[in-house]
């Protein structure tokens, strides 16, 4: 019985994110605006998000205001359009210049829980709540099974120009965060996260690809999405891996500002005999190692690379499903 009596997750992340669920409850019974929600943990390294809620009130999908009872399962989208600004879809001044086409309108057919991207004005990526939760959203449209607009919390990540990996990092980090957040509300395991393409696969959503194709780009699918959500273990996802944490994000970091320089660009060979260790970022100090790499291992390099507080160059790398910065003086090309 134990089992049923006491989260099987104890971890530190899943502590806070079930503190960050008793104070949403306790705002969503005293209609106050919630808490920032903070805690994610993963590592020696502490993120924060703040949500910013502003309900797209004028949006036919809030007027509709469909009951969600309890969600069910969590549905990844992104945008199909080149522009990262969030402003684009939300008419918050304070966040940017509002683009005419945004989603408080009458006249829009569409609508999710949250929107996930730039802020002009804040100089970040910010996640901005556009639904109450307990409304069903129309983000995915329907297959020949049904549709998870009944069932399943929605959001978007504003798409750039699919090349910059700094914000897909930045954005895909975010999006994790998020997820845990929710999952840990409703109890939604890892395995009922999906991307729209895979709403659509399942027979619950039209046929669209994302963002499976933006993952793509930079090596990463939704299998990877998954494993990198704080917190997020192997049960979860019903494969029976220990979830040891050996699968990184893709940064560790809260602003990314990676320089490029393309000859950087390629396989790289661990060269010390000590090996070399994986970071989060750029500094042996300040950002702890996901794992050391023996001596002869290969990991490839896009070209990004930080400088440490002393100046010394540490390359973004990729190593199997891990990515991280290890100190340039000990790789060789
Ligand atoms: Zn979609």
């Not at 997750?9 to 008793?22: E, I, M, P, V």
Request: hydrophobic share 30%; proline share 3%; net charge positive.
């Amino acid at each position: 019985m134990t089992k049923f009596e006491r989260p099987a997750n104890q971890s530190a992340a899943n502590q806070a994110a079930r503190g960050n669920k008793g104070r949403e409850v306790y705002a969503r019974c005293h209609k106050a605006q919630p808490a920032a929600a903070e805690g994610a943990e993963k590592g020696d390294k502490k993120i924060a998000y703040k949500i910013y809620k502003h309900y797209l009130t004028k949006n036919r999908c809030y007027k509709t205001g469909k009951k969600l009872a309890k969600p069910s399962g969590i549905v990844v989208h992104s945008t199909g359009c080149n522009n990262k600004n969030v402003t684009r879809y939300v008419d918050m001044a304070e966040l940017g210049t509002v683009s005419s086409n945004h989603w408080n309108r009458d006249n829009i057919s569409k609508c999710v829980h949250f929107i996930i991207g730039w802020s002009p004005a804040l100089k970040q990526v910010v996640i901005v709540q556009t639904l109450p939760l307990d409304i069903c959203c129309w983000g995915c449209g329907s297959g020949s099974r049904g549709s998870y607009n009944a069932s399943h919390i929605q959001f978007e990540i504003c798409e750039d120009g699919l090349t910059d990996q700094a914000y897909f990092a930045k954005v895909m980090e975010t999006a994790q965060w998020l997820c845990r957040y929710l999952m840990d509300m409703y109890d939604i395991p890892a395995g009922k996260v999906v991307s729209h393409k895979e709403a659509h696969a399942n027979g619950y959503a039209s046929n669209h690809g994302d963002p499976d194709h933006w993952l793509k780009k930079f090596d990463r699918d939704m299998g990877w999405f998954r494993k990198n959500i704080p917190g997020s273990t192997g049960d979860e996802e019903g494969t029976g891996d220990s979830g040891s944490g050996n699968t990184g994000p893709i940064s560790k970091l809260q602003t990314v500002t990676q320089k490029k320089d393309a000859s950087l660009k390629g396989t790289w060979t661990v060269s010390d005999p000590t090996g070399a260790e994986l970071r989060y970022g750029a500094g042996a100090s300040k950002y702890a190692s996901m794992g050391n790499l023996p001596k002869g291992t290969k990991v490839n390099c896009y070209g990004y690379y930080e400088l440490d507080a002393s100046g010394r160059q540490w390359l973004y790398v990729t190593y199997g499903t891990k990515v991280g910065f290890i100190a340039k003086s000990i790789l060789k090309k």
